[in-house]
């Protein structure tokens, strides 16, 4: 399995000394609809640097008068809406999560994905990869363990493992702006007792502040 790096990542590699590299320029976004014009900026380049998006992503604080019309939330499981598609670089959306809800554990299609807290704090639980070339059923191993609080901002790809993410609390629901590049329709799901894997669709519960079509999220489980 082989996928970009960590530190300068992009959509072919990053070289230093680029535009958006020094994070030292980042003029804090005041508002949602300013983070997105900048992300638009820095994703229409063929070089992204994950530290420059990650401290851009940080700049901003969360305020719940920008992000509150995206905010829908269903008593039965978390929901994905959609805030931004990224002139097609990216997907930036809300997850909104009430009490004690969570994704399954999963990968992200060899795509990047940035999450920053808006409200509330989210749990993620990183694991291995299982054993690709065995058949044999095995318990998936736990790497890691981090609760992020608001305007907590964290990074993954699938070199890093795969995760699960999920709002522990039992008396607070969670908030959380994530940003995937490039959009991906489909991702992988574990079970973490066995290690198999099946394919998913991706779907969202709204789209712009608006519910999607009736039904049309409800044939398969939705995952960050």
């Not at 320029?25 to 229409?44: H, T, W």
């Not at 399954?104 to 990869?129: M, Q």
Request: glycine share 4%; aromatic share 10%.
């Amino acid at each position: 399995m082989t996928h970009q790096s960590l530190t300068d990542v992009n959509m072919n590699g990053m070289e230093k000394g680029q535009e958006f590299d020094d994070e030292e320029l980042i003029v804090p976004p005041k508002n949602l609809d300013e983070l997105c014009i900048e992300l638009r900026k820095v994703f229409a380049k063929d070089r992204v640097n994950v530290e420059y998006v990650k401290a851009l992503l940080s700049s901003y604080r969360s305020n719940p008068r920008d992000w509150r019309k995206y905010a829908k939330f269903d008593p039965h499981r978390y929901t994905r809406n959609l805030v931004d598609e990224g002139n097609g670089k990216f997907n930036l959306m809300l997850l909104c999560w009430n009490e004690s809800q969570g994704s399954s554990i999963h990968d992200h299609a060899d795509a990047h994905c940035f999450v920053k807290i808006l409200h509330g704090n989210l749990t993620e639980t990183l694991f291995d990869w299982p054993k690709s070339d065995s058949e044999e059923e095995t318990q998936l191993r736990v790497k890691q363990v981090n609760t992020f609080p608001k305007d907590g901002v964290t990074y993954i790809c699938d070199d890093m493992g795969i995760h699960r993410m999920e709002n522990t609390s039992h008396t607070d629901n969670c908030v959380s702006l994530h940003l995937y590049s490039p959009p991906f329709q489909s991702c992988q799901t574990f079970d973490q007792n066995t290690g198999h894997r099946n394919t998913v669709k991706m779907t969202f519960w709204s789209k712009y502040g608006q519910r999607t079509p009736f039904g049309e999220n409800e044939s398969t489980p939705e995952n960050n």
